[in-house]
């Protein structure tokens, strides 16, 4: 009768119970005005190049207003944004507005391309962006935000969020500390 209780935590504590996927969102509320974001946010799993952190009012943010909170990145000083990924990512999706329309594309490790979405124009308000690995097999390695015409510092994004398969040797890691946490509480338990 010991054990069901420690059967009961161990099997809380696995991926089945938690699920096997972790959503991030990022809302760019973090960081001051024209920070140039490079791996602010690499422990979310996300490196980005070419891209600047705005923050309204001190951007024309009536014409390209942010989805949430005040602040967004641009395209700048380059197009397009990349965005890195260093775990297995499913899916991306996020919001922009821009004059010109923007291509959102997802490549693979390869650098084969496994979705694009083309979105249209739009100014003094957003649209939503998704692309997801398509190929089931291959996860989204980066993904790249461009603006229609490649023009520098005229797009803005807001509300950038994706999905991370944690790797099957996270689960090994967690599984074997558990497994020794039970040996310890059993033993103590024990005497």
Same mark, same amino acid.
Request: aromatic share 12%.
């Given at each position: 009768?010991? *054990?069901?209780?420690?059967?009961?935590?161990?099997?809380?504590?696995?991926?089945?119970?938690?699920?096997?996927?972790?959503?991030?969102?990022?809302?760019?509320?973090?960081?001051?005005?024209?920070?140039?974001?490079?791996?602010?946010?690499?422990? @979310?799993?996300?490196?980005?190049?070419?891209?600047?952190?705005?923050?309204?009012?001190?951007?024309?943010?009536?014409?390209?207003?942010?989805?949430?909170?005040?602040?967004?990145?641009?395209?700048?000083?380059?197009?397009?944004?990349?965005?890195?990924?260093?775990? &297995?990512?499913?899916?991306?999706?996020?919001?922009?507005?821009?004059? @010109?329309?923007?291509?959102?594309? &997802?490549?693979? &490790?390869?650098?084969?391309?496994?979705?694009?979405?083309?979105? &249209?124009?739009?100014?003094?308000?957003?649209?939503?962006?998704?692309?997801?690995?398509?190929?089931?097999?291959?996860?989204?390695?980066?993904?790249?935000?461009?603006?229609?015409?490649?023009?520098?510092?005229?797009?803005?994004?807001?509300?950038?969020?994706?999905?991370?398969?944690?790797?099957?040797?996270?689960?090994?890691?967690?599984?074997?500390?558990?497994?020794?946490?039970?040996?310890?509480?059993? *033993?103590?338990?024990? *005497?």
């Amino acid at each position: 009768m010991k *054990r069901f209780p420690l059967l009961v935590l161990l099997l809380s504590c696995t991926p089945l119970a938690f699920g096997s996927q972790l959503t991030y969102t990022l809302n760019f509320e973090q960081l001051p005005e024209y920070t140039v974001i490079t791996n602010q946010y690499s422990a @979310d799993y996300v490196t980005f190049s070419d891209t600047m952190q705005l923050v309204a009012p001190d951007y024309d943010y009536f014409d390209f207003p942010p989805t949430s909170g005040s602040g967004v990145i641009t395209n700048d000083p380059n197009d397009p944004i990349q965005l890195n990924f260093s775990a &297995a990512i499913q899916n991306v999706s996020g919001y922009y507005a821009d004059p @010109d329309g923007v291509t959102v594309t &997802a490549y693979d &490790a390869a650098n084969n391309v496994l979705d694009t979405f083309d979105g &249209a124009a739009v100014v003094g308000s957003d649209l939503q962006f998704f692309v997801t690995d398509s190929s089931n097999s291959d996860p989204i390695s980066y993904v790249t935000i461009s603006d229609d015409t490649q023009s520098p510092d005229s797009e803005t994004v807001d509300d950038i969020s994706y999905t991370v398969t944690p790797e099957p040797g996270t689960f090994v890691l967690l599984g074997s500390g558990l497994l020794g946490l039970a040996g310890v509480v059993r *033993r103590k338990f024990a *005497r």
